[in-house]
């Protein structure tokens, strides 16, 4: 794998972003202009119209799915950040022993509530679910999307 560098950060999915995206408005365009031009076949173009308005519709939502993923990121560096500031020392021992759910769970709990209920998800495995019934004085995060 190449070091990265200014010239190379970027980074793009050839077949998503010069392929699949620019065909699927190339499509999308010629649909709607037959629509007006040829009206013998006016309902099949109608048809593809929506066909390919639907498949970009789709490639446009997988952006939320991207979204979320790097959500997903910077809860697991917000539980990091916290883990080191209250207890001062690396938590990769610990992450490694909680899921996903938990880890997302704990970020509602106040820092006495934290450390209290991160205990009980690693002694005794409790959901994310029943980490976020447990927490007594929740924390918002209202910044999520």
Do not use: C
């Amino acid at each position: 794998m190449k070091n990265q560098n200014y010239e190379n950060h970027k980074k793009f999915y050839p077949p998503h972003h010069f392929i699949y995206l620019p065909l699927l408005f190339i499509l999308q365009i010629v649909g709607v202009w037959k629509i007006f031009n040829d009206e013998p076949n006016q309902l099949i173009w109608i048809l593809f119209s929506v066909i390919i308005f639907l498949f970009l519709y789709m490639a446009l939502m997988l952006r939320q799915h991207y979204a979320l993923g790097n959500q997903n990121r910077i809860v697991r560096l917000e539980f990091k950040l916290r883990y080191f500031e209250l207890f001062g020392k690396s938590s990769d021992e610990v992450e490694s022993k909680l899921s996903f759910g938990q880890l997302s769970a704990l970020r509602f709990a106040y820092d006495d509530e934290f450390k209290v209920l991160l205990d009980k998800a690693i002694q005794q495995n409790i959901s994310g679910d029943e980490i976020k019934k447990s927490i007594t004085n929740w924390k918002a995060d209202n910044h999520r999307v």
